[in-house]
């Protein structure tokens, strides 16, 4: 298949570099040569660490198989178009409504969103049976799943085309209603932030919460220690939405979240979370 990626940040490069990896000719399109630049780089050094691990990486003709553009167009007669910039509804919006006029009646338009509904972009489509949600997990090379989100108004037929295209990139799928967060964040953000909330309140240390989940729950690493991988701000934003969505008090945001926040203590990206990495 042809396949579109618009975006080649962490998760736009992540599902280039997997789709060419199992044989679908790639267009990975962004604003700047720059940020193409480094997507290239960052795709080969994670197929170079890749292939030390697994000899039947091909690496160059994985990476021949990608285009790296900042031409739109050549989206026109993509089978998908898999958007993955930045978490901003405008933003999205623009980009679904230039998609819908440029590509081809057959294309698929699928959004990478974490915290938004895929409603929210199909209404400025006029394809909504070819419009649904593809969720890939970070880092995409690594993670097995991919939660499929459908619209009320997806068809039978999206909905079989995208489940193949997944299950050829052998990760496994969930399908999901169109609902904030969908399965997997709805779950663990929330949990992540009562961890937070628990610091907060005194309960146990930061270190001891974390061993607490690890031997009591058999997670294989702790909330805090998985909150500043992620990043602090981008687990605000996304609470935050939760929150505003549902309107429902058990979401809201705990205050030492937003204030290491706005100190700047982001986790490991920025030096300082829960734990030093300095
Ligand atoms: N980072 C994660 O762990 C993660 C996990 C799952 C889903 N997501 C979702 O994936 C999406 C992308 O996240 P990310 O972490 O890769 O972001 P990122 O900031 O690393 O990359 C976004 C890229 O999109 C580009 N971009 C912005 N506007 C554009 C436009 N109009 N046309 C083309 N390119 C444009 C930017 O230049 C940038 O390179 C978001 O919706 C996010 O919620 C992120």
């Known amino acids: ?12 490069n992540g599902i280039a570099q997997v789709s060419a990896t199992y044989g679908n000719e790639v267009v990975l399109v962004d604003l700047t040569e720059e940020a193409l630049t480094k997507a290239r780089e960052a795709m080969v050094k994670s197929l170079e660490k890749l292939s030390k691990k697994d000899n039947t990486v ?3 003709e994985i990476i021949n198989r990608v285009s790296f553009t900042t031409d739109k167009q050549q989206l026109k007669n993509a089978d998908i178009v898999i958007e993955a910039i930045i978490e901003n509804i405008e933003a999205k919006r623009e980009v679904f409504k230039e998609l819908d006029s440029l590509c081809e009646e057959h294309t698929i338009l699928a959004s990478n969103t974490s915290s938004l509904t895929i409603s929210d972009m199909v ?5 909504s049976d070819r419009v649904c949600g593809l969720h890939f997990f970070n880092p995409v090379p690594l993670m097995n799943l991919v939660e499929i989100t459908c619209t009320e108004n997806t068809s039978s037929e999206t909905l079989q085309t995208v489940e193949k295209f997944v299950a050829e990139l052998q990760k496994e799928s969930i399908l999901v209603r169109d609902t904030p967060l969908f399965v997997v964040n709805r779950l663990l953000v929330p949990m992540i932030c009562e961890a937070i909330s628990l610091v907060d ?3 146990a240390s930061v270190a001891d919460i974390d061993k607490g989940m690890k031997l009591g729950a058999n997670h294989p690493i702790g909330p805090l220690w998985l909150a500043d991988m992620i990043g602090l701000d981008t687990l605000l934003n996304i609470q935050e939405a939760l929150y505003i969505k549902t309107n429902d008090s058990k979401y809201r945001v705990p205050e030492l979240l937003r204030t290491m926040v706005a100190a700047g203590e982001l986790g490991r990206k920025s030096g300082k979370g829960f734990y030093n990495y300095s």
């Open 1 to 12: 298949m042809k396949i579109g990626v618009l975006g080649s940040g962490i998760m736009g």
């Open 123 to 127: 209404a400025v489509t006029n394809r």
């Open 201 to 203: 309140e005194g309960t």
């Open 58 to 60: 091909q690496m160059s």
